[in-house]
């Protein structure tokens, strides 16, 4: 092997390949039976992340950064002057187990820009997984992005070897996509994501009736939206992130603040970062829609089409339904107990447990480690009340905000005094 080449090949396909932040590997099983190497179940994967929430866990490459696309947000586009690289399939494999065997990752996030055509790579990608799983005994967790286009058969094939698939839809809108990336149709994400879940349910209810039957994507799959390249608001990204959850049963959809490689009148200018605090905002609602039993056109509608920046996204619905607060902890229900700002899930939980013994007071509360620096304006309980009720929104907000100490708040104002 020539390493310096080798080491060369890394630098350029590991720097392209960290745009995609969709690298989560949460949800997968699988159980190392047969000796072999790595155990994609309790080795805490994917639950490192650098300090600006990606993950790192994983060995995170391209196949190749040869592509015969020409996407205008993408470093990897055809008509960018770049240096270009591709790892052989042996050389991805002897890279992956090399250095799980140093312990330096737990397992493989794999994509690649588009040679030849979707299939030819496609096929690629797979033969690595397929390298590891039967040759190497390899069970760390897999991550294979699905190439937009590949046949059903592949994405089936796919399926087999890794832990969890993902097509990133790249632009949230239609309109986006076609102005930014002219080769690629909308459908061409659709149809792998549909093949991928037509064989998890397949391969689920043979599992039922046969024990036998092989994993399939265990850890399902997963897209990424890269925000803030078209101009859209965070009620299209969000209703499209919405589609892709019901429709597609995604276990994750990841937003990626876009960051300009390109000099062109489509995309914002060079110099012009996402903040990180819509990135932040976005996961906050993605989280209250999976979690805490709220619609999506409750957060996001056509009176309110951009979230908050400077209150997070539960907060900023309370304030628009005061009309639905103060709500009693002693008896209001799970589904109300969950929408009142300060209190999460676990909290939740703990309070719906506490009350069964005895009647709840600001004590007890904080015992439970309620913050009640968001709360009270919301709730009551067996207490004096903490706060006078006639403040109006923007009062309450304004008086949550001078308390803070969320990090949340904290990196807002970092950012914006770099604008000061
Ligand atoms: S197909 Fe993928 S790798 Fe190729 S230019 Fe488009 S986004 Fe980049």
């Given at each position: 092997?020539?390493?310096?080449?080798?080491?060369?090949?890394?630098?350029?396909?590991?720097?392209?390949?960290?745009?995609?932040?969709?690298?989560?590997?949460?949800?997968?099983?699988?159980?190392?039976?047969?000796?072999?190497?790595?155990?994609?179940?309790?080795?805490g994967?994917?639950?490192?992340?650098?300090?600006?929430?990606?993950?790192?866990?994983?060995?995170?490459?391209?196949?190749?950064?040869?592509?015969?696309?020409?996407?205008?947000y993408?470093?990897?586009?055809?008509?960018?002057d770049?240096k270009?690289?591709?790892?052989?399939?042996?050389?991805?494999?002897?890279?992956?187990?090399?250095?799980?065997?140093r312990?330096?990752?737990?397992?493989?996030?794999?994509?690649?820009?588009?040679?030849?055509?979707?299939?030819?790579?496609?096929?690629?990608?797979?033969?690595?997984?397929?390298?590891?799983?039967?040759?190497?005994?390899?069970?760390?967790?897999?991550?294979?992005?699905?190439?937009?286009?590949?046949?059903?058969?592949?994405?089936?094939?796919?399926?087999?070897?890794?832990?969890?698939?993902?097509?990133?839809?790249?632009?949230?809108?239609?309109?986006?996509?076609?102005?930014?990336?002219?080769?690629?149709?909308?459908?061409?994400?659709?149809?792998?994501?549909?093949?991928?879940?037509?064989?998890?349910?397949?391969?689920?209810?043979?599992?039922?009736?046969?024990?036998?039957?092989?994993?399939?994507?265990?850890?399902?799959?997963?897209?990424?939206?890269?925000?803030?390249a078209?101009?859209?608001t965070?009620?299209?990204?969000?209703?499209?992130?919405?589609?892709?959850?019901?429709?597609?049963?995604?276990?994750?959809?990841?937003?990626?603040?876009?960051?300009?490689?390109?000099?062109?009148?489509?995309?914002?200018?060079?110099?012009?970062?996402?903040?990180?605090?819509?990135?932040?905002?976005?996961?906050?609602?993605?989280w209250?829609?999976?979690?805490?039993?709220?619609?999506?056109?409750?957060?996001?509608?056509?009176?309110?089409?951009?979230?908050?920046?400077?209150?997070?996204?539960k907060?900023?619905?309370a304030?628009?339904?005061?009309?639905?607060?103060?709500?009693?902890?002693?008896?209001?229900?799970?589904?109300?107990?969950?929408?009142?700002?300060?209190?999460?899930?676990?909290?939740?939980?703990?309070?719906?447990?506490?009350?069964?013994?005895?009647?709840?007071?600001?004590?007890?509360?904080?015992?439970?480690?309620?913050?009640?620096?968001?709360?009270?304006?919301?709730?009551?309980c067996?207490?004096?009340?903490?706060?006078?009720?006639?403040?109006?929104?923007?009062?309450?907000?304004?008086?949550?905000?001078?308390?803070?100490?969320?990090?949340?708040?904290?990196?807002?104002?970092?950012?914006?005094?770099?604008?000061?």
């Amino acid at each position: 092997m020539n390493y310096e080449r080798i080491k060369e090949k890394l630098e350029i396909l590991a720097d392209a390949a960290k745009y995609d932040v969709s690298c989560s590997s949460s949800g997968s099983t699988r159980k190392n039976k047969n000796k072999g190497l790595g155990d994609s179940s309790g080795m805490g994967i994917c639950h490192s992340y650098t300090e600006d929430g990606r993950c790192v866990s994983l060995l995170k490459i391209l196949l190749t950064n040869v592509c015969i696309f020409d996407c205008a947000y993408c470093v990897t586009r055809k008509s960018n002057d770049i240096k270009r690289a591709a790892f052989t399939v042996q050389e991805v494999v002897d890279l992956t187990i090399n250095f799980y065997r140093r312990n330096y990752i737990e397992g493989l996030f794999l994509s690649s820009g588009i040679f030849k055509s979707p299939d030819a790579t496609m096929e690629r990608l797979i033969r690595v997984a397929k390298k590891l799983r039967e040759e190497e005994n390899f069970n760390g967790y897999i991550h294979l992005k699905s190439i937009p286009g590949a046949s059903d058969e592949l994405m089936q094939e796919a399926g087999r070897y890794a832990d969890r698939l993902s097509v990133n839809i790249e632009i949230p809108t239609k309109e986006g996509l076609k102005l930014l990336a002219p080769d690629k149709d909308h459908k061409d994400f659709i149809k792998p994501m549909k093949a991928v879940q037509q064989s998890i349910k397949q391969y689920q209810s043979e599992k039922k009736l046969i024990k036998s039957t092989p994993v399939y994507a265990p850890a399902g799959q997963s897209t990424q939206m890269i925000v803030g390249a078209t101009g859209e608001t965070d009620k299209d990204v969000m209703y499209s992130a919405h589609y892709f959850y019901n429709k597609f049963q995604m276990k994750r959809v990841y937003y990626s603040g876009y960051i300009p490689v390109a000099d062109d009148s489509r995309l914002p200018a060079l110099g012009t970062e996402v903040p990180m605090m819509r990135e932040n905002r976005l996961y906050q609602t993605d989280w209250l829609l999976r979690f805490y039993g709220f619609d999506v056109r409750e957060i996001l509608n056509d009176q309110h089409q951009n979230l908050d920046m400077d209150i997070d996204p539960k907060l900023s619905w309370a304030l628009r339904h005061l009309d639905q607060f103060p709500v009693d902890v002693n008896r209001a229900d799970k589904r109300m107990l969950a929408r009142v700002p300060g209190i999460g899930m676990k909290s939740v939980h703990k309070i719906i447990q506490a009350r069964r013994y005895r009647k709840l007071n600001w004590e007890h509360l904080r015992a439970i480690g309620i913050s009640l620096n968001r709360s009270r304006y919301f709730i009551t309980c067996d207490s004096r009340i903490f706060e006078s009720r006639d403040l109006t929104g923007a009062q309450i907000k304004q008086q949550i905000m001078i308390n803070s100490t969320s990090k949340y708040h904290n990196n807002f104002s970092n950012q914006l005094s770099l604008f000061a």
